[in-house]
């Protein structure tokens, strides 16, 4: 845990397979993010670019959380094309 981040924790449940396959056993993840996630949420949730609330959430706990992997590892040739298109996907959300 890096004392200069956000330390949070999310549990992932699967609670219904519409192909009667046995559920997952749930999935527990600790991570340290340098934004407060909540507050990004809050600010989703009041721009309403998905009109549902519950998107909003999805989308900034999915978005924070791939960020922060990318940005620890920029240099992996995975995100080389990506990375520049990402930084003004971000100006824009920003706006």
Known sequence: MNPKYNHYKITLEHKFSPKEENLN????????NHDEIFS??????????FQDTEQSAQ???????????????????????FLPEFKNFMAKLKK
């Open 25 to 32: 056993p749930a999935l527990e993840l600790e991570f340290d």
């Open 59 to 81: 989308f900034a706990i999915g978005l924070k959380m791939f960020s922060e992997v990318m940005l620890k590892n920029k240099e992996n040739e995975l995100f080389s094309e």
């Open 40 to 49: 990004i949420i809050s600010r989703l949730q009041e721009k309403n670019h």
